[in-house]
């Protein structure tokens, strides 16, 4: 009779995981959607500041109410949160002003090529070590993105020069988190990153002129986008980081361009087109053997 209770016991773990590994999935997969809505409003560096500054204030009424928020943290790595801040203002920028150029679904395929920046900047800069068959994984999505570009037309050759940057950006960031960051609770860690990101908006909305006040319609969307697209999205990818393997995230989150297709298909009726498809598949294949490179090795090569 104990039995079925041991067994409950143990799947209700799972199951919670599983639940909040799905509804991680898609809210990570409307990025690019938020950004495109967004774009009809706003200027691309005006809509990301105040979603960045939302997010940023919610944050920090959640440690200043939890006591955990301390600015002698910033006062000691200022230089530091500058640097992150600068290059995600930057990726994040880039991100949304791409909406005016290439469809969501586009934008997603291709910024899976962030994984093989980060497996780059890991072997060339945090001297990693990663297997052949990752190296494999390397050469399948850059033919991936060879196809996907390949004869393009000049707005989406622009479009993709933008997500590229974007993604080069967002991936120099998380390396320099991962060489440099001390001993920093997710709280004040998070918020000054934040804080640091949506400065550098500012700044990057006036060196541009286009600084202008969200109208109310605007609003709307804006507390929405911050809040689901900064606060519960990363707050849900650090705590699935620390449920599951980061392999086994990386692999699910491949799953990621297709949700973002089909939320294109549905919100705006666009689609990548015929060769864009075939390129984003290869490339998102290549991330795929990326990801499983190590265990791919031990299992084929090193077994016997």
């Known amino acids: 009779m104990s039995t079925p209770s041991v067994t409950k016991g143990q799947d209700a773990p799972a199951a919670r995981n599983a639940a909040i590994l799905a509804i991680f999935l898609l809210v990570d997969s409307l990025h690019f959607v938020w950004a495109r809505l967004l774009y009809a409003h706003l200027s691309p560096a005006v809509s990301a500041m105040f979603v960045l500054l939302i997010g940023t204030?919610?944050?920090?009424?959640?440690?200043?109410?939890?006591?955990?928020?301390?600015?002698?943290?910033?006062?000691?790595?200022?230089?530091?949160?500058?640097?992150?801040?600068?290059?995600?203002?930057?990726s994040t920028y880039l991100t949304y002003d791409a909406m005016g150029f290439i469809d969501p679904g586009t934008a997603s395929f291709l910024n899976q090529i962030s994984t093989v920046f980060s497996l780059l900047f890991g072997l060339l800069w945090l001297k990693e070590k990663f297997s052949a068959v990752q190296y494999v994984g390397v050469g399948i999505a850059l033919?991936?993105?060879?196809?996907?570009?390949?004869?393009?037309?000049?707005?989406?050759?622009?479009?993709?020069?933008?997500?590229?940057?974007?993604?080069?950006?967002?991936?120099?960031?998380?390396?320099?988190?991962?060489?440099?960051?001390?001993?920093?609770?997710?709280?004040?860690?998070?918020?000054?990153?934040?804080?640091?990101?949506?400065?550098?908006?500012?700044?990057?909305?006036?060196?541009?002129?286009?600084?202008?006040?969200?109208?109310?319609?605007?609003w709307l969307l804006l507390l929405l986008i911050g809040t689901l697209d900064t606060t519960i999205s990363r707050s849900l990818y650090y705590l699935v980081l620390r449920r599951i393997n980061i392999t086994l995230m990386t692999i699910l989150l491949t799953l990621s361009p297709v949700l973002t297709v089909l939320w294109s298909l549905l919100l705006f009726g666009t689609l990548p087109g015929k060769q864009q498809m075939i390129g984003g598949v290869i490339l998102v294949a290549g991330v795929f053997v990326v990801s499983v490179g190590n265990q791919l090795y031990k299992y084929y090569v090193l077994r016997e």
């Open 57 to 90: 204030i919610e944050i920090g009424i959640y440690g200043l109410v939890t006591k955990q928020l301390r600015w002698q943290i910033f006062k000691d790595y200022w230089k530091f949160f500058l640097l992150l801040g600068g290059l995600v203002a930057l």
């Open 143 to 218: 033919l991936g993105l060879v196809v996907f570009t390949y004869q393009a037309g000049d707005y989406l050759r622009l479009g993709t020069l933008m997500i590229l940057i974007a993604s080069f950006c967002y991936s120099l960031h998380a390396a320099v988190t991962k060489k440099y960051l001390v001993h920093i609770e997710f709280v004040n860690f998070f918020f000054f990153r934040l804080f640091c990101t949506a400065a550098g908006l500012f700044a990057i909305a006036s060196v541009t002129r286009t600084l202008t006040w969200p109208t109310w319609q605007a």
